[in-house]
């Protein structure tokens, strides 16, 4: 068989994914509802999406970094206050925010509106850590601030604790 004849042929490999409107696994983590539309198995574990609500009033996490992957949030409907090292932004619908590893950052909504986020990560490894967290809940421990860190430790991030 000829180069040319091999590369012609149909590739097998993943199947297309379709997650339709209300579908996906739901992860609930106080006053945030968040969607998985992609946990990264459909795509080599590159890439993993969220789409996430938060409620009015919805504090986020403690400032922290990621050491191995790139964390995107585009900002679907609502104003979401991010908070990098001391500098504030306040995102509002139809604006991107990239965090690069290694970057401190945190988000919250403080506004009385709900707010609509699709987040990307890559690769896909932060997905667990929300399933992590979910399971704590779940198995009716209190989500301590202790409990967030050994959490985030499993997938290379650290609070931004130079930051208090």
Do not use: W
């Amino acid at each position: 068989m000829t180069e040319e004849a091999r590369n012609s042929e149909p590739q097998t490999g993943p199947a297309l994914s379709v997650v339709g409107p209300g579908e996906g696994e739901t992860i609930v983590l106080g006053t945030t509802r968040m969607r998985v539309l992609e946990d990264g198995s459909h795509t080599g574990h590159r890439l993993a999406i969220t789409e996430s609500v938060l409620a009015p009033h919805t504090q986020g996490p403690p400032q922290h970094r990621h050491g191995l992957h790139d964390e995107g949030f585009y900002v679907l409907s609502g104003t979401v206050r991010f908070t990098v090292g001391d500098e504030d932004h306040d995102a509002t619908t139809g604006t991107l925010v990239m965090v690069p590893p290694g970057v401190p950052h945190t988000f919250a909504n403080r506004t009385d509106e709900p707010a609509v986020l699709l987040s990307t990560f890559t690769p896909d490894l932060y997905v667990q850590y929300f399933r992590d967290l979910q399971e704590v809940l779940a198995d009716g421990r209190p989500l301590t601030p202790q409990a967030n860190v050994d959490a985030m430790s499993r997938y290379a991030t650290e609070p931004a604790t130079d930051l208090d």
